[in-house]
């Protein structure tokens, strides 16, 4: 048999497995593993690497629209580019619908502008801000029928907010036609109240974003979305989860056995609220909700990791330019934190921040990093397993990753569409050298192939 590439002498990592074999890859797909395979038209040395399935990073943001004069710094072609240079073979964006609008309608926009320009696969979530009779009723049970499968809500924000019936109704609906939840936790109410009080007694910088939404205002929000899901009998899975209180509830939801699934992103293991207490607007460059918290905080995160209470690594990629009025210097913003643009990058740093501070620093093993940043994400969101594995009939997406290299991050390596990384100067040992999609090559050493224009796919779950 004569393959078109075999990757050779490798350490294979899967969720489950570690065992040293090579693979034969055809058509896009993995054909074969073992020793020997033979002939091929390419043959890629992996010897001293290992060999993992591509991330899947199930919560991005990419070309999302935003407050008025507000640009998001990565559309799909950048942010997909960063993507592989983490090595990441698929990531999941969100399209927005805005109120009023039909979701086929912002569906139909959000697919033109994703059309050709990606280095991975996707696949879109569906953000709900306007569950109407016609929403809830038709358009989104078609949807979710034609493999649309995830719907993002919030429990805050002026213009996305859902009302608790809304938010039971949307349940609802997801449980008749098998869809998923993603719930962003954080109650509007508190919110404006302290952030009112803040703002009268003249605590306006970017730093009080973290006081304006304190840990209480997430756990409050977690366990009425807990509860609501408990009443509507149905699933539910809690994005950007950032401390102990917000853990413990889903880990309770789950003892008591109800099917509550949670994640969290590097922000919340590396980042504090001190980063955002730094002169004039520096601060800005962290803001992001919910915001990063302190250090027992990020000790509960790790523990989530660890003991399978988080089921899913993401980055929430959510990336603003920092020296830009359009971005995180909007004029408003030095009025007061709450007109910062929420949200910070990360699509590129996603896995090597995992690797580094979970498997090289001894907090989780290689399989658990293969199962939080792919694997997970693929059985989870309805791709699996022709996404998330090495196995033979799986797409050949994969990333060969050398666990000694050591790279200081610093924002030039990453590729994307911003000015800055919040992690700029964080040393991490482990780093992906070679990203295949599909058994074709997309980035090799930092070196992006030209736009081969990934697929985007439908899900069933
Ligand atoms: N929620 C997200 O998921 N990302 C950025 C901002 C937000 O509120
Ligand atoms: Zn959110
Ligand atoms: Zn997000």
Redesign the pocket.
Known sequence: MQFDTIIRGGTVVTAADTFRADIGISNGRISALGDDLGAADEIIDATGLLVMPGGIDS?V?LDQAGAPGIVMADGFESGTRSAAIGGNTMVLPFCLQQKGQSLREALAAYQAKADGKCYTDIAHHLIITDPTPQVLGQELPALIAEGYTSV?I?M??DDMKLADREILEVLDVARQHGALVMV?AEGYDAIRFLTERLERDGKTAPFFHGPSRPIPVEREATHRAISFAEIVDTEAMI??VSNRAAMEEIRRAQQRGQKIYGETCPQYLVLTEKDMDRAGMEGAKYV??PPPRDSDSQAACWEGLQQGVFEVFSS?H?PYRYEDEAGKLAPKGKQSFRYVP??IPGIATRMPILFSEGVVKGRIDLNRFVALTSTNHAKRYGLYPQKGTIAVGSDADLVLWDAGREVTITHSLLQDGCDYTPYEGLAVTGWPVRTMLRGETVMTDGQIAPVKGGREMLRAR
């Open positions: 919560h943001h993002k919030f805050t924000y962003h994005v950007h992001c909700s929430d959510c929420n949200g």
